[in-house]
């Protein structure tokens, strides 16, 4: 069972800083932590190239009937028209692919003492991004509500703000077990 408050659950889930998770930081660590997440530079070059060659797709499908000089040429309408609604076709395939995904929302699952980094997508359900053990996991720190789990390669995976005092405890408690978190955390 997952809940985002944590009420009667020991399973917690936290929308990474998002909404009312985010209260607990100052607006200036609100704002670190919401870029604090690593880009794929590639991926953002990618995204760019395909709206770049997209739109321009678009633009030379209608151009060939706008521009002056264009042939109406019965001969050529039919390939006129092919081209166009092919160039037409792949610049709005193109643009559609190039949409930024939705950020990523951290589970927390402390009955099968697993984070898991979960992106929604439409018509698929969710689609997990990282899925960590406890026993996995490289090292954990724990700073008030404040909660920061490494996995094994020793790369940030999550950092979140708990705002349910007892899925905190919940958290902390199954880090502590595996001995993840020191025994004076806290």
Do not use: Y
């Not at 020991?10 to 660590?29: H, I, P, Q, R, Y």
């Not at 193109?94 to 950020?103: G, K, V």
Request: a negative charge; one cysteine or more; proline letters at 3%.
């Amino acid at each position: 069972m997952n809940s985002k408050d944590g009420m009667g659950a020991v399973t917690a889930t936290a929308d990474f800083m998002e909404g009312e998770d985010a209260s607990f930081l100052s607006e200036d660590k609100q704002t670190s932590a919401m870029h604090n997440r690593p880009t794929d530079e590639a991926r953002v070059m990618q995204r760019s190239v395909q709206r770049l060659m997209g739109a321009s797709l678009m633009v030379a499908a209608v151009g060939l009937w706008v521009l002056p000089g264009s042939s109406w040429d019965t001969d050529l309408l039919l390939v006129k028209l092919a081209l166009s609604l092919t160039g037409g076709l792949a610049g709005f395939g193109l643009l559609l692919a190039s949409s930024t995904p939705r950020d990523p929302r951290v589970e927390i699952d402390t009955i099968r003492r697993e984070v898991r980094v979960v992106r929604p997508a439409k018509g698929v359900g969710d689609i997990i991004l990282r899925r960590c053990g406890f026993d996995d996991l490289a090292r954990a720190e724990q700073d008030g509500p404040r909660v920061r789990l490494w996995d094994r390669n020793d790369d940030l995976l999550v950092d979140i703000t708990m705002k349910n005092r007892d899925a905190l405890f919940s958290l902390v408690g199954g880090l502590k077990d595996v001995g993840k978190l020191g025994q004076n955390a806290g």
